[in-house]
């Protein structure tokens, strides 16, 4: 008889979204008149820009045409969207990364998700708290988690580093040292970020401890301040101890044409073994590239009309994040985050606990966002707002937030 | 010190189809004004069809529009493709399947080998010998394959079924019960499958035992016998004990355009838990859909035009695969498949290895095909030519043969 994954059923409980849908579904079905406004899940608004548009086009015409035609692509993608990358994101910040240590995917929750299958089972991990729920959900799967306390919201066998407004937001290095170290800066969903000085000390720390850290930086095109590094390549030592994962979707909205990709530096090495030639074959056994019209698309955010237009699409949310953080600092209300990010962190008032005052802000200013309970237990009393809503929207939600 | 996954380190070789371009590249190197016919890997050569052509535009139309622009997709995929999925793939041959059974995603490579993710670590294996190599190798990475012998090249915590002409290239019922079957038909390389009938003995054969069939149908479009099933829910009993994967790949054409879909019965359980809410889980924690423009040319594959298109194309190859068929049993060889399937198999002559034959067909005829012995100890002597290329080439590749 099939056995299952027993690991499967410790996770607890549903996907924090779908219990925000359904609450937003069940109120508007008491009150079909009221027009919600969700700066809830981080999904954008903005159409693609033209030159993506555009290059699309092109592309679909490309396979419609026998000489153009494209069948299976290369395991690692396409040529040109990895030597873009390289030059724009890479070259062009001092960091020297060869194509081959590149790895296109089709976006960053599906890199962050399967990049623990190359460990082994007896690493143990260490998560900002809190923090994007995949990097802790997909360890439990993996079962490298230990047991779950409902109590305390924690596993066991998880490194909780404590993101709060008595760290500054920051996670400390961790007293007991941990095998993998998930960070994401700018980050999800706090909207801090730390400076490139205080990254070197993580990767110091790793390299001296044997760590290796997954640098999640799907939204360094957010970043503002210049002390703070869009790569983790750009600390010295990060290609002997970081893996880094980078997303389409808030710089150039993606979220729904789904693009990202993996860098894993060839010095990077357990032993003998480079975990390059380990993402290679997870990559090449287990996927099959991304479409290549996308891939396409992708080379268009690196073109000169690409980048200009998407500074443009980025500074629209950037104005968003101001008005929301500025709105609610007037408020009265304890913020942080939108400087460097697309996210707002607001500490709720009253005591209140998140999932009150997600039920307040619903039921008296019509706005959804998102209980920070929802990203791990030191996000209990906080709340996320998001800046990928329309300007309108935004505004209105801060006056309606102003006047609760 | 992080530790690595060991089990990738137990892989044998490199990746079957890496060898085969290495050596057509060294070849090409020595041999320039060489024309090499490519009848190897199984991607296809035509453009895609006109509807879909077009649907992609419109969709891409859609995307440079505030009003249109899509973000993150529903979860299991938009329900406009799944219901077109339902009704077609399935109402249409009698089968009643609900779209919350049917779960888009970017390929059957991924989800075949994704799939095993929801089962437990103790879990026997049997897999048709020879056979697709992703089944093994995403074993092989999960750890439940045992110790490799590189003697007779088979792990010994897998149940091999040889498909040779003593079985008919059929697999017979193993006599050790498995927990996990995966069975592919049409098969990937042998180009044979069974009956329904024989395919319902399995059905019966794991609902008795408790074994749970993972049913890879990515070649589907390619039967032409009434009495071959499109899909195993053809069987009675099937949705209590099978898993199905499909592919757009082969019947429109998307081995470079990525979609495919995975079906999960709700009534497949281990015990009280549903294999289609743990799939849901992984599916909504390690993936975040297909591009919403590839959903909708994967939705323009049911309409009218796009299913007389698709017909014609398929047609296309079906033809090439009667050619390569004809042609080979004309110059004497022994061959098999190429009727319900885009692949013809070949016995090697003169009691050549497959990789000997391989060399031989490259250096005389400058054709490329795909040894046998690569997709599994027992095809060792045969050869796979795909019916993927042109017409011309085709032709021209048998005459070639021919004439060696």
């Known amino acids: 008889m099939f056995k299952i994954n027993e690991n499967y059923l410790k996770l607890p409980g549903s996907y924090l979204f779908s219990t925000i849908a359904k609450k937003v579904a069940a109120y508007k079905q008491a009150n079909p008149d009221e027009a919600v406004i969700s700066l809830g899940i981080g999904d954008v608004t903005r159409p693609l820009a033209p030159a993506i548009i555009k290059r699309l086009h092109d592309a679909v015409d490309e396979m419609a045409d026998e000489a153009g035609f494209k069948g299976y692509a290369p395991d690692l993608g396409y040529s040109f969207l990895r030597e873009a990358i390289a030059e724009h994101d890479y070259k062009a910040r001092g960091v020297d990364i060869s194509i081959d240590e590149i790895f296109i995917s089709d976006g960053a929750k599906s890199d962050s998700g399967n990049i623990q299958e190359i460990f082994g089972q007896d690493n143990k991990i ?21 047991t779950y306390d409902a109590g305390s919201e924690r596993w066991s066998d998880v490194i909780y580093m404590p993101c709060t407004k008595e760290t500054g937001f920051a996670p400390e290095l961790p007293s007991e040292t941990p095998d993998l170290i998930y960070l994401c800066f700018p980050n999800n969903p706090t909207g801090s970020t730390i400076t490139k000085d205080q990254l070197q000390e993580w990767v110091d720390y790793a390299n001296k401890s044997g760590a290796c850290i997954i640098y999640d930086a799907a939204y360094e095109a957010y970043i503002t301040e210049d002390n703070v590094a869009h790569s983790i390549y750009e600390c010295e030592g990060a290609k002997t101890c970081a893996i880094e994962i980078r997303s389409f979707s808030k710089n150039a909205g993606f979220t729904g044409t789904r693009l990202g990709f993996t860098v894993v530096p060839k010095e990077l090495k357990c032993g003998d073994v480079t975990l390059n030639s380990l993402w290679a074959r997870r990559h090449g056994t287990k996927f099959n590239g991304v479409p290549y019209i996308i891939q396409q698309a992708g080379a268009a955010v ?44 607001l500490e709720t008032p009253d005591n209140m606990t998140s999932w009150e005052f997600f039920d307040k802000l619903l039921n008296e200013a019509k706005v959804v966002g998102t209980p920070g309970s929802g990203f791990g237990p030191s996000g209990e009393g906080y709340f996320r707002l998001t800046a990928f809503g329309t300007y309108e929207n935004t505004v209105e939600a801060v006056d309606r937030i102003k006047r609760m």
């Open 302 to 345: 690196y073109t000169p009309e690409g980048k200009a237009q998407l500074k443009e699409q980025v500074g629209y949310y950037q104005r968003n994040a101001k008005i929301i953080y500025d709105g609610l600092k007037e408020a009265g209300y304890s913020v942080s985050g939108g400087v460097n990010a697309p996210y707002i962190w």
């Open 126 to 146: 260490a998560v900002c708290d809190p923090v994007y729920p995949v990097y802790v959900d997909t360890n439990v799967m993996a079962g490298r988690t230990g």
